[in-house]
């Protein structure tokens, strides 16, 4: 059986929350993002749920990078997650919605001291990524005795594109294995109280096998690092990369034997090096909100060229992912939800780009000019990686609750293309 998608249809049309896809479109106009508020909440439930009826401590880490709307950090805020910010801005925003400092933890990468004074001033958890971030921390006023955190690489690589891999011999992330104890041990020297261990291997896993394997290598380091220079780690984090089906060949990942499999090998790696019971994190970032939206675009040209063509109303800026990791994106017909499919098409956006795809030879019903296309899967690493290329102001961004709608982000309009721009006065003379 394909993969369904867990989508709702009345009459021919996709429904979401108790909504019909092609009204939202007609008011709020396209490209438009939907983010259905109640899958939200499901998928931080689930897995926390999934998580924490196995160990009693565990923290979920929102990766924030993943989707950086207001309202659904508002949303995970209220169900109680914790967020990872990668960047002094993502804290800034976290803060802002209301996550207080010990619910963030900063995991950057080739930070400044700057940016790391920034973060110790917001009084988050500081999770180091390299030796060199270690030392200039130290050099800012007031972090003796600080808690930190290190990220170590272990020697597993996971993810559906090269470009997502984060660990492994290739990864510019963390620190070595091999140097772990030397590091912590340098910690300590410089006045610091090291009381985490953080690994993150990829993206998009829908296996527990390399999970596993990082999650034992990094129990290993864990439990050498605290027999050898004496930590009491009060948390162990897993990082994110708990995948979804994209396609319709892929399955859901099984949560239960996942997590199962997961806190069986943490707990007896924490009996065989005795290491109590420290807090369990995992940073889920695609897992809670990569299914909870899509993009609605509206077919404007049917061409044929040397190819069939569906042109539509929005490009890679918009949604950047197939033509970034060449990622598929499956796309459902909003007003023709009940048809077969019955030609293969292109599904091209608007952009002056000749990778400017959505879909090579996709399978689809009889397209015509006003069908409404809904991108699904669009809600990880979607609005958060639009740009404005082309000049093409953002499209809005709704949030919808059974009948409920509101905007949360409003469309951009021509002047927030030049916004904080100014020509020169020398220049208009
Ligand atoms: C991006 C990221 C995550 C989340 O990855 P997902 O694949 O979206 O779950 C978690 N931790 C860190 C450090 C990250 O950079």
Not at 325 to 347: C, L, Q, R, T
Not at 354 to 382: C, H, Q, T, V, W
């Amino acid at each position: 059986m394909p993969y369904d998608f867990n989508l709702k249809t009345e009459n021919n049309h996709l429904i979401i929350g108790d909504l019909d896809a092609n009204q939202l479109a007609e008011e709020y106009k396209t490209p438009l993002y939907v983010i259905d508020e109640e899958k939200v909440r499901n998928n931080y439930n689930k897995l926390f749920n999934a998580f924490n009826s196995k160990y009693d401590d565990v923290h979920m880490c929102y990766a924030a990078k993943a989707n950086t709307s207001l309202a659904v950090l508002k949303i995970l805020e209220d169900e109680g997650s914790y967020i990872d910010a990668v960047s002094p801005g993502e804290i800034y925003t976290a803060l802002l919605v209301g996550f207080s400092p010990d619910r963030i933890m900063f995991t950057g990468n080739n930070v400044t001291t700057e940016e790391l004074e920034y973060a110790h001033k917001s009084g988050v958890t500081i999770n180091l990524d390299s030796i060199s971030a270690l030392e200039r921390l130290s050099t800012i006023e007031g972090t003796e005795g600080k808690e930190i955190s290190i990220r170590v690489n272990p020697m597993v690589e996971a993810g559906h594109h090269e470009h997502c891999i984060t660990g492994g011999p290739k990864s510019k992330f963390g620190i070595r294995e091999d140097e772990a104890v030397e590091v912590y041990q340098k910690a300590i020297d410089l006045g610091f109280k090291p009381i985490g261990m953080h690994s993150h291997i990829g993206s998009e896993i829908l296996e527990s096998e390399p999970f596993m394997l990082a999650v034992e290598t990094m129990m290993n380091i864990a439990g050498k690092v605290h027999k050898e220079v004496g930590i009491d780690f009060k948390f162990l984090d897993f990082g994110g990369g708990f995948g979804i089906p994209y396609e319709p060949t892929e399955d859901e990942l099984n949560l239960e034997t996942f997590t199962k499999d997961i806190i069986n090998l943490f707990k007896s790696k924490l009996e065989e090096y005795n290491m109590g019971s420290p807090s369990f994190y995992v940073e889920p970032g695609r897992f809670l909100v990569g299914n909870s939206e899509v993009l609605l675009t509206r077919v404007n040209t049917i061409k044929e060229s040397y190819r069939k063509f569906a042109g539509v109303d929005c490009g890679f800026g918009t949604l950047q992912r197939p033509t970034m990791y060449g990622s598929y994106h499956h796309i459902v017909v909003a007003n023709k939800m009940d048809e077969e499919a019955v030609e293969e098409i292109d599904i091209a956006g608007n952009l002056c780009e000749s990778g400017d795809l959505f879909a090579r030879d996709r399978p689809m019903p009889k397209l015509e000019e006003g069908d409404l296309l809904a991108i699904l899967n669009a809600g990880a690493y979607a609005y958060s990686m639009s740009s404005q290329y082309n000049s093409r102001p953002r499209p809005a961004e709704i949030l919808v609750n059974k009948k409920d709608v509101d905007v949360i982000r409003r469309r951009e309009e021509f002047s927030d293309l030049f916004a904080g721009q100014s020509i020169p006065t020398r220049l208009l003379k």
